[in-house]
């Protein structure tokens, strides 16, 4: 990959890193399920215009948007909201590559490999370590609300990955945009039921700087540029060349959540991070030649603020660029 290319998929990291300290911003001033309806609503409007929509049904993209965008955040946003460091959250939330990788082997039988079955099991062990250190000066509802949003965004991987039709340098795009239609209105519901009307009705008449900043970063530069960046260098690279730079996105988020909220993650915690990030890395590195099979990562289709990895078997090839 050339240098410019190199930096490109750093600055798409740094974006999505930095994404959760402005959703954990936007949340000061908007309750949880009105700001993701207020996001889908920049994401979509006028995107749905100018991005052509991908080669499939809209039962499947209905389907992929209810776990990939509206369970994902609306179950991030909360776990946020609960008090769930930003920067712990990029980090936790990519054990979505590992929860794909086991939805993927149960619900579409794909076999996985060893260094995937030794990646889930580092992950597990990972997740228990931070679970712990939470407990011991935490309450451990805002981490389990976010597994979950990791469990729904690895559905979402596996949908997309069975759903197929997928071809183009822009249909990641088009699948971000075009099944986010489902979340403005679910969301906004959810909102009016939940947080209640004035919950709702308050922060639209009394719109703060803050909450609309947050919006125009989390739906312009995450969710569109971001996506639309890592789309363009899929399409000039090997799946397997690119998505490694995703394992910088927790990294950015913890340094951007240290210096915009003094954020220091406990030793157990910093521990059981590390753990999971080398299962994650376990998983989705392969080596450049192989001699059986390898796996490739791709992209899920989503709005992207922390890179999605959906894993699957594929013949060995070379990886080179």
Same mark, same amino acid.
């Given at each position: 990959?050339?240098?410019?290319?190199?930096?490109?998929?750093?600055?798409?990291? &740094?974006?999505?890193? +930095?994404?959760?300290?402005?959703?954990?911003?936007?949340?000061?001033?908007?309750?949880?399920?009105? @700001?993701?309806?207020?996001?889908?609503?920049?994401?979509?409007?006028?995107?749905?215009?100018?991005?052509?929509?991908?080669?499939?049904?809209?039962?499947?993209?209905?389907?992929?948007?209810? @776990?990939? =965008?509206?369970?994902? @955040?609306?179950?991030? /946003?909360?776990?946020?909201?609960?008090?769930?460091?930003?920067?712990?959250?990029?980090?936790?939330?990519?054990?979505?590559?590992?929860?794909?990788?086991?939805?993927?082997?149960?619900?579409?039988?794909?076999?996985? =490999?060893?260094?995937?079955?030794?990646?889930?099991?580092?992950?597990?062990?990972?997740?228990?370590?931070?679970?712990?250190?939470?407990?011991?000066?935490?309450? !451990?509802?805002?981490?389990?609300?976010? !597994?979950?949003?990791?469990?729904?965004?690895?559905?979402?991987?596996?949908? +997309?990955?069975?759903?197929?039709?997928? +071809?183009?340098?822009?249909?990641?795009?088009?699948?971000?945009?075009?099944?986010?239609?489902?979340?403005? &209105?679910?969301?906004?519901?959810?909102?009016?039921?939940?947080?209640?009307?004035?919950?709702?009705?308050?922060?639209?008449?009394?719109?703060?700087?803050?909450?609309?900043?947050?919006?125009? /970063?989390?739906? /312009?530069?995450?969710?569109?540029?971001? /996506?639309?960046?890592?789309?363009?260098?899929?399409?000039?690279?090997?799946?397997?060349?690119?998505?490694?730079?995703?394992?910088?996105?927790?990294?950015?988020?913890?340094?951007?959540?240290?210096?915009? @909220?003094?954020?220091?993650? +406990?030793?157990?915690? #910093?521990?059981?991070?590390?753990?999971?990030? #080398?299962?994650?890395?376990?998983? !989705?590195?392969?080596?450049?030649?192989? #001699?059986?099979?390898?796996?490739?990562?791709?992209?899920?289709?989503?709005?992207?603020?922390?890179?999605?990895?959906?894993?699957?078997?594929?013949?060995?090839?070379?990886? =080179?660029?």
């Amino acid at each position: 990959m050339r240098s410019r290319d190199s930096a490109l998929a750093v600055l798409v990291a &740094l974006i999505w890193g +930095t994404n959760f300290v402005a959703i954990r911003t936007g949340l000061d001033s908007m309750p949880p399920l009105l @700001f993701l309806a207020v996001r889908f609503v920049v994401v979509c409007v006028p995107a749905i215009c100018l991005v052509r929509r991908p080669a499939l049904p809209w039962r499947d993209l209905a389907l992929i948007g209810l @776990f990939t =965008s509206l369970g994902q @955040f609306a179950l991030m /946003y909360l776990a946020l909201h609960l008090g769930m460091p930003p920067g712990l959250s990029s980090l936790v939330l990519q054990a979505q590559v590992l929860l794909t990788v086991v939805i993927a082997a149960l619900w579409l039988r794909e076999r996985p =490999s060893v260094p995937q079955r030794l990646g889930v099991a580092l992950g597990g062990a990972g997740l228990v370590t931070i679970a712990v250190g939470r407990g011991l000066s935490a309450p !451990v509802l805002p981490l389990v609300v976010l !597994v979950l949003a990791a469990v729904s965004w690895a559905v979402g991987n596996v949908l +997309t990955r069975r759903a197929g039709g997928l +071809t183009g340098p822009s249909a990641g795009l088009g699948v971000t945009v075009w099944s986010g239609l489902v979340v403005p &209105l679910p969301a906004l519901a959810l909102s009016l039921a939940i947080e209640g009307p004035n919950a709702v009705g308050s922060p639209l008449a009394h719109v703060q700087w803050s909450a609309v900043l947050s919006t125009a /970063y989390t739906a /312009y530069l995450s969710s569109l540029l971001g /996506y639309g960046i890592w789309n363009t260098l899929l399409s000039r690279h090997p799946v397997a060349t690119v998505t490694p730079f995703a394992m910088l996105v927790p990294v950015f988020g913890m340094a951007a959540a240290a210096l915009a @909220f003094g954020e220091r993650p +406990t030793m157990l915690e #910093a521990v059981g991070g590390a753990v999971l990030l #080398a299962g994650v890395g376990v998983a !989705v590195l392969r080596p450049r030649r192989s #001699a059986d099979l390898t796996v490739d990562v791709e992209p899920a289709a989503r709005p992207a603020a922390e890179a999605a990895d959906l894993v699957q078997l594929t013949p060995a090839r070379s990886t =080179s660029p």
